[in-house]
């Protein structure tokens, strides 16, 4: 079953605290990025990654950071957290940027 | 920047009404995506439509791709309470690589 595998589902963290979500996916996909949702705003993103080590800065990378090591594998990294990162996190990858986009289930993070 | 502005923001309809939900934009794209999003759920395309004009219907869904490929609409005859979800438009598009640009979404509740 293709699919966009992301963990944890949920997290609380503190401020400052380093964290690592992981994202996963079994299609083959070049192309993957990591997405934050907010209520009014949808989705915005944050990196993403056209190839193995082939990562830019999407529209808010502020706070994050990403590696692209191997072709499934795309976490995301919060070095040093801050409550303006609470937020839903999302995972997608895709043919290529522009094609259908498979998302994982999202993580749901709160930064106290 | 290019931005996608959905409306309504909220729609809460009784079951049977029928509903339409606008997807519009000043720029140009070279495809539109309809996903729709339940909770605790990542993002599901719906459709994907590509020519100026283009009409696509997904059961009691309608799809229309503007003539100038800057808006788009979505329209569900006689709502049912499982097309309860989030809505949400992406529009393809070339800023230096191929990207998906997203609306805000349209929150619709369908009440039996």
Same mark, same amino acid.
């Given at each position: ?5 992301q ?14 979500v992981t ?7 070049e ?10 705003l949808?989705?915005r =993103?944050?990196y ?7 990562t #830019?800065? /999407?529209d ?7 590696? &692209?090591?191997?072709?499934?594998n795309?976490p ?8 303006? =990162? ?6 997608a990858s895709?043919? #290529?940027? /522009?094609t259908?986009?498979?998302f994982?289930?999202?993580? &749901?993070?709160?930064v106290v | ?34 996903y729709r999003?339940e909770?605790?759920e ?32 979505l ?10 979800g ?10 230096g ?16």
């Open positions: 079953e293709a699919q966009v595998t963990n944890p589902r949920y997290l609380i963290t503190v401020t400052g605290k380093k964290l690592t994202c996963s996916q079994n299609m083959n996909h192309y993957m990025s990591w997405y934050r949702q907010d209520p009014g949808g989705l =993103q944050i993403y990654s056209m190839n193995v080590e082939v #830019d800065k /999407g808010v990378p502020e706070g994050y950071k990403v590696s &692209r090591k191997e072709k499934r795309f995301l990294i919060l070095e040093s957290p801050s409550p303006n =990162q609470t937020s839903l996190y999302f995972c895709s043919f #290529d940027g /522009g259908e986009a498979f994982g289930q999202g993580t &749901r993070l709160t | 920047t290019q931005l996608l502005e959905q409306s309504p923001q909220f729609l809460s309809i009784q079951e049977g009404e029928n509903l339409t939900v606008y997807c519009n934009s000043s720029s140009v794209f070279s495809s539109l995506q309809w999003q909770p605790g990542g993002p599901v395309l719906l459709v994907t439509v590509v020519t100026g004009g283009e009409v696509k219907k997904l059961k009691r869904l309608t799809f229309q791709f503007g003539d100038a490929r800057k808006d788009s609409s329209h569900i005859t006689a709502a049912q309470p499982g097309d309860t989030l809505y949400l438009c992406a529009g393809a598009a070339w800023s690589y191929n990207k998906l640009i997203f609306g805000a979404g349209t929150r619709l509740a369908v009440h039996p």
